[in-house]
């Protein structure tokens, strides 16, 4: 069992989720039943490792009525959270998700503006006695310095804490550089560090710093790259539903495997986070994972070392 997880979502949001029968655009829509969670990509991770039986504490900022009632849907839902206040109305977004397909159109809100002095409480609210690794994932809010993740995972070394951050662009980079095992998408990868493969662009964070690099491939499954070498991990069937969460999943399984493990047999994570992120795919809502799918698959992934 791995240790505890805190998870870092500096962009937290209050997730508004719409099932209508069919999309049509410029048209209109009931909504019989709309959701209505905390979320935000930390959040999804904590909520799948929670699910998969770890201990987690999630991290962030709220401000407004909107952050009041992301911290009472986190109270609800059972995961313990650490919320650092701030003067700005926390974010919302919206998911809609097509009856036909269950494909979901998402529309994301920028979120409030963090000052320096709310990034300093933050980091002073930081519990790093308790953790075992650090888990940051998702968009940085207004007012943040574009390495604020890396800045973290600086921190975390400082203190003993191994770090996992899912980042694209520059920023991934950056966390590279600090030494934190970084995951990302393959468009990210390529936009951090041109038109490469992603075997090639995992083995460059590597040497540029990174503990290990995680890198999802849409179809092509996922490639994980280390000190101790390189694997493709083939996913086992397409499946189809709402993909919004299934990059959360495998950074959860990531951060678990890390909490539990400096050097984790990564093929046997990858195995786990391949399985998880499509077992999150066939459920309506980010964050969820359909537990049954997630066991039977997670043997039946193909490994292979690169």
């Not at 206040?85 to 009856?99: C, F, K, L, Q, S």
């Not at 943040?144 to 890396?150: C, G, I, N, R």
């Not at 890390?258 to 309506?284: C, N, Q």
Request: net charge negative; aromatic share 4%.
């Amino acid at each position: 069992m791995a240790g505890l997880i805190g998870t870092v979502t500096l962009n937290l949001a209050l997730d508004v989720t719409y099932g209508v029968d069919e999309l049509v655009v410029g048209g209109s829509h009931r909504v019989d039943a709309p959701q209505q969670r905390a979320g935000g990509k930390g959040v999804n991770v904590a909520r799948v490792a929670a699910t998969l039986g770890h201990q987690v504490l999630a991290l962030g900022f709220v401000g407004g009525l909107t952050g009041e009632i992301v911290a009472e849907e986190l109270f609800d839902a059972g995961l313990t959270a650490l919320l650092t206040p701030i003067r700005g109305e926390t974010r919302r977004t919206v998911a809609i998700v097509n009856g036909v397909d269950g494909d979901a159109t998402i529309f994301n809100e920028a979120g409030p503006s963090v000052s320096e002095d709310e990034w300093r409480a933050f980091h002073d609210r930081m519990p790093w006695a308790r953790l075992d690794v650090l888990a940051c994932s998702g968009s940085l809010p207004p007012g943040l310095p574009s390495d604020a993740y890396a800045e973290l995972a600086v921190r975390a070394r400082h203190h003993d804490v191994l770090s996992v951050i899912d980042v694209g662009g520059d920023a991934l980079v950056a966390a590279a550089k600090a030494g934190a095992v970084v995951r990302s998408n393959a468009a990210e990868l390529r936009e951090a560090l041109g038109d490469l493969s992603v075997e090639e662009g995992a083995r460059q964070l590597v040497a540029a710093g990174a503990t290990a690099a995680v890198i999802t491939d849409g179809a092509r499954g996922m490639v994980a790259a280390s000190n101790q070498g390189a694997w493709r991990a083939l996913p086992v069937e397409r499946v189809a539903g709402n993909p919004t969460g299934a990059g959360d999943a495998c950074t959860a399984v990531v951060a678990a495997a890390v909490a539990g493990s400096p050097e984790p047999d990564w093929p046997v994570v990858l195995k786990s986070a391949v399985a998880a992120s499509a077992a999150a795919v066939l459920t309506p809502v980010a964050g969820d994972i359909d537990l049954e799918a997630y066991r039977r698959w997670q043997p039946q992934v193909v490994v292979q070392a690169l």
